[in-house]
């Protein structure tokens, strides 16, 4: 049976049995992201990858409650990371909206969704760091941000310079690779999927 192009979402789609299967894999990616990144310093977080991942395929809900769960188990380890929960699940939200808009499927668009999903994410964290952790919380982005500080500017100047620029180039590697992904996933399988069906009629298209 065919899906109306027309019918409305409703989180009861959003949330099938299948698309409640990948928010482990989400998080699980997620922790793999995010550890990978404390690690080696980088000046981005990646910990968003599997809430990118899960929103494309599954909506703004489903990829919110991956950000949510997130944060929730890697808070167990590091309760700095409770603190962020709200950044997460609007990653999952703001992305989840874009891809059930079709925004990732022509370049103009695609600029609007990543510059958006990083403005989103900034605004959402900004108070949060500067208020409650003083502008510097130990991860790559952070070590440049505090240079920045020491050079004389000011806090949200520099949290927001710093930190705008590098959540942009976050959301866009963590894209790219989520698309990767989803572009060798077979169509009876993305179509299972609420917003599945518009990665299908990208593959018709590049064929």
């Known amino acids: 049976m065919i899906k109306d192009e027309n019918k409305k979402f409703s989180i009861k789609d959003d949330f099938s049995m299948l698309a409640l299967l990948i928010i482990p894999v989400g998080v699980a990616v997620n922790f793999v992201g995010g550890q990978l990144a404390s690690l080696l310093k980088l000046p981005m977080y990646l910990d968003t990858i599997g809430t990118i991942f899960t929103a494309m395929l599954a909506g703004p809900w489903l990829g919110a409650v991956t950000g949510l769960l997130t944060n929730i188990v890697t808070g167990i380890a590091n309760p700095v990371n409770f603190a962020f929960i709200p950044v997460s699940v609007v990653a999952g939200?703001?992305?989840?909206?874009?891809?059930?808009?079709?925004?990732?499927?022509?370049?103009w668009k695609w600029v609007i969704a990543m510059v958006a999903m990083g403005v989103a994410s900034i605004l959402t964290a900004a108070p949060i760091v500067v208020l409650m952790f003083g502008g510097v919380t130990g991860s790559g982005a952070s070590l440049i941000t505090a240079t920045v500080m020491a050079a004389g500017a000011n806090i949200w100047t520099a949290f927001i310079g710093t930190e705008g620029l590098f959540n942009i180039l976050d959301r866009i590697v963590s894209f790219l690779i989520c698309m990767s992904v989803i572009k060798v996933i077979p169509a009876r399988n993305l179509i299972k999927f609420s917003c599945g069906k518009f990665y299908i009629k990208n593959k018709k298209e590049e064929k």
């Open 93 to 107: 939200l703001v992305t989840g909206a874009f891809a059930r808009a079709n925004f990732f499927n022509v370049w």
